[in-house]
Each structure stands twice: as C-alpha cells, then as structure tokens.
C-alpha cells in the first residue's frame, strides 16, 4: 500500500548563473549590452554626478563666471554624453542600433523612448550585439536603490529646509508678481 500524500522525489538540476562568456559590463564602456535595472542605475549615478558638479560651481558665479559656466556646462555635457552611451548600450539589448538614441534629444519622443528603454525586454539570447549581460551584482542593485532613494530623500530635505530657512530670515524668496 502507497501513501497518496507523499511527494515525488525532485530531480535538481543546476543551471548556469548566466551565459558563459558573459562578462561584467563596465559604466562608461562604449560597447555591449545593458539590462533594465543597470541602465537605470548607470544613467542615474552619471545624472547625479553631472548635477553634483554643476551645484558645486555655482557658488563660483560671483568670483568667476566663466569658471563658474564652464563647470555647469562640463558637468551637463557629462550627463549628456553618458546618457548616450547607456541608451546605445540599453538598445543593443533590445536588438536596435545605437544611433536611435538621439531620438531622446525629441522632446516629448523622448519620454517615449526613455520608457521603451526602462520597461522593454532586452533579447534572451545572443544578438548581433553581443552576449546578454550578466545578472546584475549587488553593487548594481544597490546603485538602483540609491539611485531612487537619493532624490526622494533630496527632495524632502528641501521641502523642509527651505520654509525653515525662510521663516528664519536666511532665505529671501521673492513673491511671485
């Protein structure tokens, strides 16, 4: 006699964690493929390192305003350029040539693209771009993280700052005329 509420034996087997041959990619390398949350992460931390720069410079715009402009030009055109590079490598995941990243140069286009490249699947398999990219690190995870969680928690900061600072006499904010 058999007893109906035993399982049946499981059979395991190991799958590989990724592609071989699939390799790491590299923030700012130029070829290869990138996956959903690596873009997001990678365009995010080379956005906050832009706008970084450029909030640093401005304190120099009374001593200098040519060092002041260049910084805040340099730090935008380093978003830029890195926006582009992670938006070519996003759609070569997606099985698209690289030169459709100007179309987030569009506006309003762009909001488009930008949600194709977030949400859209990148090919399972090899593609004419190369091998898919390996599963993302702990280190990507947590730059995504940090990536959504840094401008939330700037965001309160200055929703709380700013109306102290002016109920303080710090901050003069002009009414709107």
């Given at each position: 006699m058999s007893n109906p509420y035993v399982s049946s034996p499981a059979t395991l087997t190991t799958a590989p964690a990724f592609t071989p041959g699939a390799t790491e990619p590299r923030i700012l390398q130029w070829n290869g493929r990138i996956g959903r949350l690596r873009y997001f992460a990678y365009s995010s931390l080379c956005g906050m390192m832009g706008m970084t720069l450029s909030l640093l410079s401005m304190p120099l715009l009374p001593v200098s305003q040519a060092l002041a402009l260049t910084l805040i030009f340099a730090g935008y055109a380093a978003m830029l350029a890195s926006g582009f590079v992670q938006a070519r490598r996003r759609l070569q995941d997606l099985d698209q040539p690289g030169w459709m990243a100007i179309l987030l140069l569009i506006p309003f286009l762009n909001m488009v693209v930008w949600a194709?490249?977030?949400?859209?699947?990148?090919?399972?398999?090899?593609?004419?771009?190369?091998?898919?990219?390996?599963?993302?690190?702990?280190?990507?995870?947590?730059?995504?993280?940090?990536?959504?969680?840094?401008?939330?928690?700037?965001?309160?900061?200055?929703?709380?700052?700013?109306?102290?600072?002016?109920?303080?006499?710090?901050?003069?904010?002009?009414?709107?005329?």
């Open positions: 194709w490249l977030q949400f859209a699947s990148g090919s399972a398999d090899a593609n004419r771009f190369g091998l898919p990219p390996a599963p993302n690190s702990d280190k990507v995870v947590a730059a995504a993280v940090a990536a959504f969680i840094i401008p939330a928690l700037a965001g309160i900061l200055m929703a709380v700052a700013v109306p102290a600072l002016v109920k303080a006499g710090v901050a003069d904010v002009a009414a709107p005329a």
